[in-house]
């Protein structure tokens, strides 16, 4: 059965540096792997995802995730964080035969301190 | 604005009173999704339709719940007899087959219907 776990429910860094946000997933297939991101009283939108190409993967403002198949992880990364970070991040899987299973993490949010 | 968008917002209702919500994808989309999201936790599949074939409902809560989407464009999910456990978000989403083929991870969000029931 196919699982999604974030390790951390809250993560908060200072603006300007580093951001890690954990996830590990297990799959008996194939995976594809997404990261959307939850900005307060928006919508969900898609960061970047992972489905079978190269394995580090950027996406949008500056983020990118690195997909480690012997580690089962897809860990969100960004060099530098900014004010405009803050939000709830989800890590997504999908089978790659699934029409419209996705498995959400339960999310991590993420704050930033000035 | 050509996103998804979700009609009302938000939406305070008595237990026991029937609420509706409806959906309008992105218009070239030939799928649509609805999601209910409770605090601290990811979104959690309802159903969803390939035009205006509904083609999972086994996810629905309870038989309180239907949608449709009858001319395969927009969409409504409607509650009937609403209890207080079913106050929480409620998402729509679209994609197209033709962009994303079977892969449907890549699904465009509305702002979502708060609902509270009192």
């Known amino acids: 059965a196919q699982s999604v776990t974030q390790l951390d429910s809250h993560v908060s860094v200072s603006e300007g540096t580093p951001v890690l946000l954990r996830c590990n997933y297990s799959?008996?297939?194939?995976?594809?792997l997404f990261w959307y991101v939850q900005h307060p009283n928006k919508g969900l939108q898609l960061l970047l995802k992972y489905t079978s190409a190269a394995t580090l993967v950027k996406g949008i403002n500056g983020f990118e995730a690195e997909f480690k198949k012997s580690e089962t992880s897809f860990h969100l990364t960004k060099p530098s964080a900014h004010m405009s970070d803050a939000a709830e991040y989800f890590c997504?899987?999908?089978?790659?035969?699934?029409?419209?299973?996705?498995?959400w993490g339960a999310g991590t949010k993420l704050i930033i301190k000035p | 604005d050509t996103g998804v968008s979700q009609n009302p917002r938000h939406k305070i209702t008595k237990r026991g009173q029937n609420v509706t919500f409806r959906c309008d994808p992105i218009s070239e989309h030939n799928r649509l999704y609805w999601y209910r999201q409770t605090l601290g936790q990811g979104p959690e599949f309802l159903t969803y339709f390939q035009n205006e074939a509904q083609l999972e409902k086994s996810r629905l809560l309870s038989d309180r719940f239907s949608a449709e989407r009858p001319k395969g464009s927009f969409s409504t999910l409607e509650i009937q007899r609403t209890e207080q456990g079913d106050s929480a978000m409620y998402l729509c989403?679209?994609?197209?087959?033709?962009?994303?083929?079977?892969?449907?991870?890549?699904?465009?969000f509305g702002e979502g219907s708060r609902l509270t029931v009192l």
């Open positions: 997504v899987v999908s089978e790659m035969d699934s029409n419209y299973q996705l498995i």
């Open positions: 989403a679209s994609s197209s087959t033709r962009l994303a083929g079977k892969n449907t991870g890549e699904l465009f």
């Open positions: 799959s008996s297939y194939s995976p594809s």
